[in-house]
């Protein structure tokens, strides 16, 4: 129980809250692959599996995702202005 809760810890203490969102999506794709799984058609399946997991997922990461695209860009910048800079 206590390396659990150890194991919990360490991921939220770092900054980046990526890992946890990554383990509840990847739960989620299973659960919506079995659902998927258990219907009567392969056309029901793909539609189970597009309208329950993938396009959510994607809106959900897109909306999420927007502070890390804005520093990854801002680093892109200064490393670009960074590189302009004639040696010494």
Do not use: Q, S
């Amino acid at each position: 129980m206590f390396i659990g809760a150890f194991h919990l810890e360490l991921i939220f203490v770092t900054e980046d809250l990526l890992k946890p969102m990554l383990i509840v999506a990847l739960a989620w794709i299973y659960v919506v692959l079995l659902m998927a799984l258990t219907e009567p058609t392969f056309v029901a399946g793909m539609m189970t599996f597009l309208f329950y997991c993938a396009l959510p997922l994607g809106i959900l990461f897109y909306l999420t995702g927007g502070k890390r695209r804005k520093r990854r860009r801002a680093e892109a910048a200064a490393r670009a202005a960074r590189d302009k800079e004639p040696p010494a």
